[in-house]
């Protein structure tokens, strides 16, 4: 007969229990570094590619057509204003496409995670690894973006040093977001969902093709709180050699969608691998 001591050791944890974290991740991290090392150079162009040609396309194409354009009473180039909002929109795909597609490869196709978790690495600092290896792969992709923009003399204000963290924080914010779509996913076919109905959507209502003034103010309520929005408005002064306004509220915004929803991929994926 069981004792009720005996009953609640035996009682499944709840999936929704505080994250049980440790420096175990960062063998898996390191592991997701020297394997992609192997394909760092066609990785990196593969993933500047696209943001470079919405960057000549419409900077240069349809810049010459707007000229300039307002930003906080400031006239800029229409190239700056949109070079400022791409790059955020780089850090975004660049992590989501990493914590989506490679992520559930790992986990579901090759069974990396399953392999991993034999040795004493839990669920929880695979997860944690997968989310800080996607932001961080982000982050070489727009250094790498950032590096063209000098080179273009698109900007060279020195604030872009503090652009750089800033877009860490966004990739790590997006990577945590994509983890609930890769714990849902049942093959590569979902993420198309999330891409098209999430992100696309996103893009454009976010300030990175056209100020947030020119949306209708229902519309504006909603953009105002969308985490792409928030990381734009973090970044774009920084290019036009200003300080952000409003900085406490827009790092506030994407600290909560990172903890919110890294909690919640976490516990999607601890009940998937409770099945």
Known sequence: MSTPTTARLLKPQSIWRAPELSMRF?????????????????????NIAEPLMWLVAFGYGMGALVG????????VPYILFLASGSICMSAMQSASFEALYSAFSRMHVQKTWDGIMNAPVSLDNVVLAEMLWAAFKSLFTVTAIM???LAL????????????????????????????????????DFFTYYFTLFLTPMMFLSGVFFPLEQLPQAVRVVADWLPLSN????????F????????????????????????????????????
């Open 147 to 149: 590096g063209v923009m």
């Open 26 to 46: 960062w063998p898996v991290f390191l592991r997701n570094l020297l394997v992609w090392r192997k394909l760092a150079i066609p990785s990196l162009v593969g």
């Open 68 to 75: 300039q354009i307002t930003v906080n009473g400031q006239q």
């Open 240 to 275: 036009m050699d200003q300080w952000p306004t409003d900085t406490a509220r827009h790092l506030a915004v994407l600290a909560a969608y990172a903890v919110g929803s890294f909690w919640v991929a976490l516990a999607l994926t601890r009940k998937r691998f409770a099945k």
């Open 153 to 188: 003399s698109i900007s060279h204000s020195p604030k872009l040093l503090v652009a750089w963290p800033i877009l860490l924080g966004v990739g790590i914010t997006f990577s945590c977001i994509a983890l609930i779509f890769n714990a849902l996913a049942k093959g590569y």
């Open 231 to 238: 990381a734009v408005a973090l970044v774009r002064p920084l």
